[in-house]
């Protein structure tokens, strides 16, 4: 496997490590309280994920590491990270301003 896939890999993996604190913080929204350390975990993985997007396309031309799994896996690991943010978004009871 090439470092690109691995980097695909690692995104798939921070999908669900992504969805823990994201929806934690949805639910301490809706309990009055809200847990703003799970806002900005959430966010930070998020972020980092979303890197490991632009990175492993960065490395799969830079280094000619282009994979028939590569390019199968990288839109599912993308569609996986942009579907669970938008279902915590939606299924989450987030309070009256939303």
């Known amino acids: 496997m090439t470092a690109a896939t691995y980097l695909t890999l690692l995104r798939t993996i921070l999908v669900p490590v992504f969805a823990v604190p994201a929806a934690s913080y949805g639910i301490s929204v809706k309990s009055g309280s809200p847990n703003e350390s799970l806002h900005w975990w959430a966010v930070g993985i998020f972020f980092v994920a979303a890197m490991t997007d632009y990175a492993d396309g960065v490395v799969a031309r830079r280094y000619n590491q282009r994979t ?3 390019a199968f896996l990288d839109p599912v ?20 301003d939303w």
């Open 68 to 70: 028939r799994l590569g």
């Open 77 to 96: 690991a993308d569609k996986l990270l942009i579907l669970t943010a938008i279902a915590i978004l939606f299924l989450l009871p987030w309070g009256e």
